[in-house]
């Protein structure tokens, strides 16, 4: 019984972390019917933000919550204007392109950020050890089952950012326009909404997101790796189309679901089916529910 | 002095071979209802999809409230240009609450930055009060009031197309552009849409330019009408002379026979 509460606990901080990366996936597809590939990358270099700047705290102050959320802010800072860059650059000049362009344009971005993140003289191809933020401990045990510190942090911040997150989609003027581009791009331009301008933020948003996400598993799991973003955002990815891909509650419970059943796997099937699982729930969900688990299959209208 | 709202100049664009619309001249006035008619595939949606920018012309020369729309984006002509418009087949945020429907629209009144929405300083919380205020005056007009928090896609389809309508007006436009306001709509709802129309027109003092196939409503609202028929304008005058005008006739017949 211990064990099993383990793995659930441990499941839902893994989960959080990709409901944080998912959201990112979901948002921007829900606006620009796009999949941004370049969004791990992303989640990659928030931990090469925080395994640089992480030293020059560190010389001022003791590994502690307060130093993790110093080099939070500043890894999402950092995500905040690649997101920004990487919409304006890179996308944005492809508004009116076929959809099949964006996608290979995703790719590219993707690639790019990570080959430029391992010259020499950025990050280099070897992996490094993040540094350590905060020191690991239990912090009460329940049946049998020990949380740690971390995992505390990890859930208390992910339900932080996504009540926030929800209050911005929900209660503020941008939010109300990001939900009404995402209906409609052109209705909403001519009822004088700037369209740019709320991609723009939906990019910037998402990329926060994924920075926490970032710092939150080179927090738990000390590495960072140039490399790292294409695993972790592939499996965001599933658990956004798991989720509905284009909801944003859709993303949390797909990232949940992808965490648990990760964990599950690894815990009473064998650890090397650890990243086969999120593939295999990839292709159920698009063989039996293509729209995902609270996604709307809408009929177009023509 | 009455002035121009709306000048078009030489207006058309074609899709490969057909030429949708061509050479149109029109004007709008200050606080006039103008009827745009003609039968299907006459190209009235379509001369509306140039005038908001959706499509760009292939000829002619458009100005709203005097400025030139040419190298506007959408959204920056209708604030702009102060002009708004709804469409043919409804198309709301069907996900978004009747409230927020509205209040969406009204984007650039809403100039407070995002600090001051999080400190939801006094500022913030006046203006938004003064936006909700008159999003509220707005769906009362067309007796929408009650439903605000229901979901756009869950109101019947004559307060569908009323919604419409308020969401145009709350981005406070001098011009307004209806297609087919009274589509799907019976009798009486249209001849209460009549009534809103220019009441509309008399609070806000704006002017309307209106598409719309049902002729008692086109008349009975409309101080002047151009016809428009295979993208050329083929008539323009007050209802009675467009009803008696051959061309015009000929023009319908046509199309029946
Ligand atoms: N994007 C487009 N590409 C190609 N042809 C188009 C396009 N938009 C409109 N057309 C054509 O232009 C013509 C005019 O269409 P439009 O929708 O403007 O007519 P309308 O006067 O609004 O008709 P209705 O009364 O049926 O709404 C039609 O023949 C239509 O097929
Ligand atoms: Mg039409």
Redesign the interface.
Known sequence: MAEFIQHVINGISLGSVYALIAIGYSMVYGILQLINFAHGEVVMLSSVFGFYVAPYFLAHMDPSIGLFLVVLTVAMVGCGIVGFLIERLAYRPLRKAPRINCLITAIGVSLFIQYFTQLDFVFGAIPQSYPELMSREVYFTIAGAEVSNLQVLVLGLSFVLMVALQWIVYR???G??M??VS??T??????????DRVISFTFILGSVLAAAAGTLVSTMYPKVDALMGTLLGLKAFVAAVLGGIGSIPGAVLGGLVMGMAEEFTVGYLSSSFRDAIAFAILIVVLLVRPSGLLGKSRIE?V | MSQSLLQVQGLGISFGGLKAVQNVTLEVKEREIVGLIGPNGAGKTTFFNLVTGIYKPTTGHVAIVGKSTENLKSFEITNECFCARTFQNIRLFRDLTVMENVLVASHKRVDYGLLSVLLHSQKFQTKEMEIRARARKLLSIFKLDGKEDELACNLPYGDQRKLEIVRALSTEPKLLFLDEPAAGMNQQETAELLKLVKFVRDTFQIGILVIEHDMKFIMGVCERIYVLDHGMLIAEGNPEQIRKNPEVIKAYLGEEV
Request: hydrophobic fraction near 45%; aromatic fraction near 0%.
């Open positions: 503020t003027k941008l109300k326009a939900r009404a209906e409609n052109e209705v909403s331009a001519l009822l004088g909404i700037p369209v209208k």
